[in-house]
């Protein structure tokens, strides 16, 4: 199967790019110049996207300015980059036969609705989006805009909104692979699942680690979070015993991936210890605890 990848020089882009070529034909596109870059260009390039577009049966569209861009690129920009292009890429992939559209997308977008005062929230993707900016908003009305499409043309399209996923402090990492985060090799090996089960329709799903939590843990996750960690994760209290390091006590959301887990077979392999092993070989994923939290 031919997979076009855009935005394949970015650290997902490029771990979506690298697990899918061991069984696929995979090309890749990115205004950076990049080994896992095949086509060099702006995804708004609609000559460059027929190009690219040519026998591809999948398209993976990571392509997008993110939460960093905003304040620094005009709001416009992210709605003609985020939400138009995402719109053109697919109706050109209509056009160019493909199969199904697959767009990755971010938990970033619950927005206000994954914090509440006195409770944790159990984010699912039945829970209604509250986005606080331009960036959230801007995935909301992507998403949108291929379900839509979806509709119209009978076009197969999954939405993976990953959640948190790039390289932080060590201890917050680990507790975050338990509740808000997950292992960029964990997101690659989501989008593969994706396009193997290629479901029908529009469907959408949470992208996060493994939690041993669940809803009924919300209220003690809030006010006692190191009691409810002590008695549904053990290992972790070890681990963070044996390196100073001190349990949270609130902890304010927990995205929940079950529903991907159900239904494509996919299972979130790289937890807590994983980032304690990154940690100890010096890889870069993981940021070294500077000091105590």
């Known amino acids: 199967m031919k997979i076009l990848v855009t935005g394949s020089a970015g650290r997902v882009g490029r771990a979506i790019y690298i697990k899918l070529m061991r069984d696929h034909d995979v090309v890749g596109l990115d205004k950076t110049p990049c080994s896992t870059v095949d086509l060099i260009g702006d995804i708004c390039d609609g000559e460059l996207i027929s190009?690219?577009?040519?026998?591809?049966?999948?398209?993976?569209h990571t392509a997008a300015l993110h939460a960093p861009h905003v304040g620094l690129i005009?709001?416009?920009?992210?709605?003609t980059i985020n939400v138009d292009a995402t719109e053109k890429l697919a109706l050109a992939g209509i056009k160019a036969g493909i199969k199904h559209f697959v767009f990755t997308s971010t938990t970033a977008l619950y927005g206000y609705a994954s914090s509440s005062e006195g409770d944790t929230s159990w984010i699912t993707e039945q829970v209604e989006p509250q986005p606080k900016s331009i960036y959230h908003k801007s995935k909301i009305l992507a998403e949108n805009k291929l379900n839509e499409i979806s509709k119209l043309f009978n076009l197969p399209v999954t939405v993976l909104q990953m959640s948190r996923c790039f390289p932080e402090p060590a201890d917050l990492m680990a507790i975050y692979r338990l509740t808000r985060g997950i292992d960029v090799r964990d997101v690659a090996s989501a989008h593969a699942c994706a396009i193997d089960k290629r479901l029908n329709g529009f469907k959408r799903f949470i992208i996060s680690g493994f939690t041993p939590f669940n809803q009924n843990d919300c209220e003690h996750l809030y006010n006692h979070a190191s009691e409810v960690i002590k008695e549904k994760c053990p290992e972790i209290t070890s681990a963070f015993k044996q390196r100073?390091?001190?349990l949270p006590t609130s902890l304010d959301r927990v995205y929940d991936s079950s529903a991907a887990q159900a239904k494509f077979g996919w299972q979130p392999k790289h937890g807590f210890a994983s980032v304690l092993d990154m940690?100890?070989?010096?890889?870069?994923?993981?940021?070294?605890?500077l000091k105590q939290r």
Request: no cysteine.
């Open 51 to 60: 190009k690219a577009l040519e026998s591809v049966d999948v398209i993976v």
């Open 74 to 79: 005009a709001d416009k920009e992210f709605l």
């Open 244 to 246: 100073g390091w001190r």
């Open 279 to 289: 940690l100890d070989s010096e890889i870069a994923e993981v940021l070294p605890v």
